[in-house]
């Protein structure tokens, strides 16, 4: 009986807790929570033909499962010259779909989003990723590229 408490007892300390989300990478992470569901967005280098890479980390703080909707996260991108585009994920395959993460489980995706133009700043209206009825937008400013290996 002492092990199986021991072994509840350890799994329970595995599990997702509220607001312990952590950055994927960057100290340039912005966090928000709505909802169930634990928010970590960062814009991390652009890949070395020009397209800016989002990086995503969620946690699940309730007991329930939560909804995250990376294909339907609303992207934009700025140039230098103010424009804004609209932005689509990179996915040929159509991996990127709704999923209901478990209750006080956690992931992490990065995203490619091309473009043909450099973009200055990325924003993410997180709240699309949860299907929030308000707007909740997080703007990330450039970032280097990654540079090839020759």
Known sequence: MR????????????????DTLRPTTQVTSQRTT??????????????????????????????HPALVDLAAAAVIGRTDEQRQL???????RYEVRPLHLDGRAMG???????????????CVDAASIAHASA????????????????
């Open 86 to 92: 609209e932005l689509a994920p990179y996915d040929p």
């Open 108 to 122: 992490r995706e990065a995203i490619a989003y091309p473009s043909d133009e450099r973009l200055n700043e990325v």
């Open 34 to 63: 709505l909802g169930c569901l634990d928010l970590a967005i960062e814009r991390r280098p652009d890949l070395p033909n020009g397209d800016a890479v989002v990086a995503y980390a969620f946690g699940n703080r309730c007991d």
């Open 135 to 150: 707007t909740h937008w997080l703007c990330f400013t450039s970032r280097p590229q990654l540079r090839e290996v020759p």
């Open 3 to 18: 092990s199986f408490a021991a072994i509840s007892c350890v799994l329970a300390g595995c599990a997702y807790q509220a």
